[in-house]
């Protein structure tokens, strides 16, 4: 997949130390391969080279001491820009209710997603109607009743009327029911076609939709950009759904969609339970590709691979509270090789009340830790052993080695001394405990 190929290519690189133009180039050219197997389109792919090209030849990234993670660094953020930088929200209207219309093609994953972004915003306190406005398969209208029994929302139906006098009594019943955002269920077809554009465009005028979003088949690649493509060209789209990203070894639709449309992706099905919908966060995106901290997998994994002796581990390197900055990413390193800090911890006994806090000093990121590797490295024997005597002007001279800012550099020192702290308090903690004493 994806996601092996780039690690491949950035091991390679690496390996390498200290970087030439020509290794940048080479790594470059392995970078557009893979994606373009992934399915990613063409012009995205160009583009994306060559800004991260310009970027990673730069004076300050091939002076730098950790140029390849300078590289994977530049990458990263790339690969987060490409798929629209933030997480786009559902806008919710400002005077309820919200009308939210899913279109898209037959067997994307409307109907589901339907029910699933109703659970969702259930969840957040929202009082949402569904409303069965797909009318020709006497089938769909009874799959959204199911659904909607499934997470106990309210469905509104009307058998087989025009969508349009259906969306408008739906959204007039509100008035009675309460009910603060209206999610239009819409018809698909097979392939896009002039009736159904109509249909929607029809629904649209009746309505006046907030968001009108595309629900889009991850799994389908390339065509999904193209249906998105015409979808937008036709009703103006707010957002996209991408299903079945479990099924997407992929994620050419992912990385593609955003670039070629201008439209967000604002949530991804992730399976076929109602829970499975998620916001969609490029950055997190972004990590999966790059194989670096997904949550989700590293849970698993740790689950998976967990044993006692870890535990043992852990409770070893903890109570070694006089650490410097020589080791401190090594341990972040140790700690994140065996997985999520707090689902480990929390198989410690006695140490679930310490965990949250300690989560909240040790869970860096790859990125994060690359950035953090490449401040430490630019930083004196001495300065590391006296990180407390750093001054201004170190700050600023370590800054500019790493390629990085003062702002970063005062971030680490900071989220070093924070560590250093709830290391000394676990140790005086166990101590505590063996003596018979009360646990704080
Ligand atoms: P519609 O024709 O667009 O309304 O599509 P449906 O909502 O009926 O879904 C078609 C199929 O896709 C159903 O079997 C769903 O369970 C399945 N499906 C929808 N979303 C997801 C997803 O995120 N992951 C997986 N694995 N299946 C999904
Ligand atoms: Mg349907």
Redesign the pocket.
């Known amino acids: 997949g994806l996601s092996e190929r780039l690690q491949e290519t950035f091991k390679k690189l690496r390996g390498k130390g200290k970087l030439t133009e020509e290794d940048v180039n080479q790594a470059l050219r392995e970078v557009r391969l893979a994606l373009l197997e992934a399915d990613v389109n063409f012009k995205v792919v160009r583009n994306f080279v060559n800004v991260v090209r310009q970027r990673a030849t730069g004076q300050d990234v091939m002076a730098s001491l950790t140029p390849a993670q300078q590289v994977v660094k530049i990458v990263h953020e790339e690969l987060t820009a490409l798929m629209g930088g933030q997480n786009a929200r559902l806008e919710l209207a400002p005077k309820p209710p919200t009308v939210v219309m899913l279109v898209?093609?037959?067997?994307?994953?409307?109907?589901?997603?339907?029910a699933?972004l109703a659970n969702l915003l259930k969840k957040q306190g929202r009082r949402p109607l569904l409303v069965a406005a797909?009318v020709y398969r006497p089938a769909?209208i009874k799959?959204l009743q199911v659904l909607g029994g499934q997470i106990d929302v309210p469905v509104f139906s009307m058998g087989e009327q025009d969508p349009v006098s259906i969306a408008g009594a739906a959204l007039e019943s509100t008035r009675k029911g309460g009910q603060d955002v209206v999610i239009i269920?819409t018809a698909?077809r097979l392939h896009i076609n002039e009736e159904l554009m109509v249909e929607l465009e029809r629904i649209k005028a009746g309505v006046q939709p907030h968001e009108i979003l595309l629900?889009v088949?991850a799994m389908t690649g390339q065509d999904a950009v193209t249906v998105a493509e015409s979808f937008h060209q036709r009703l103006v789209l707010d957002g996209v759904i991408l299903?079945?990203?479990?099924?997407d070894t992929r994620g050419g639709a992912a990385l593609s969609v955003r670039a070629v449309t201008g439209c967000p992706i604002k949530f991804?099905?992730?399976?076929?339970k109602l829970d499975?919908?998620e916001p969609f966060h490029p950055n997190r995106m972004a990590d999966r590709i790059l194989g670096m901290g997904d949550v989700l997998t590293l849970i698993e994994k740790a689950q998976a691979a967990f044993d006692a002796s870890q535990a043992a581990e852990i409770r070893k390197k903890l109570k070694s509270a006089d650490f410097n900055l020589d080791d401190f990413v090594a341990q972040l390193r140790q700690f994140k090789k065996m997985g999520p800090l707090d689902q480990i911890m929390g198989m410690i006994p006695g140490m679930d009340r310490m965990t949250k806090k300690m989560k909240g000093a040790m869970q860096f990121d790859e990125k994060e830790l690359v950035v953090a590797e490449a401040i430490i490295n630019s930083m004196t024997p001495w300065e590391r052993r006296n990180p407390e005597r750093i001054d201004g002007s170190r700050r600023r001279r370590i800054a500019r080695g790493s390629g990085t800012n003062v702002q970063d550099v005062n971030r680490l020192l900071k989220q070093f001394d924070q560590t250093r702290k709830l290391f000394k308090q676990f140790s005086d903690w166990e101590k505590g405990a063996k003596k018979g004493g009360k646990r704080k």
């Open positions: 898209g093609l037959q067997g994307s994953g409307k109907t589901t997603t339907v699933k797909d769909a799959q269920d698909g629900v088949d299903t079945k990203l479990d099924g991804v099905g992730i399976g076929e499975a919908l």
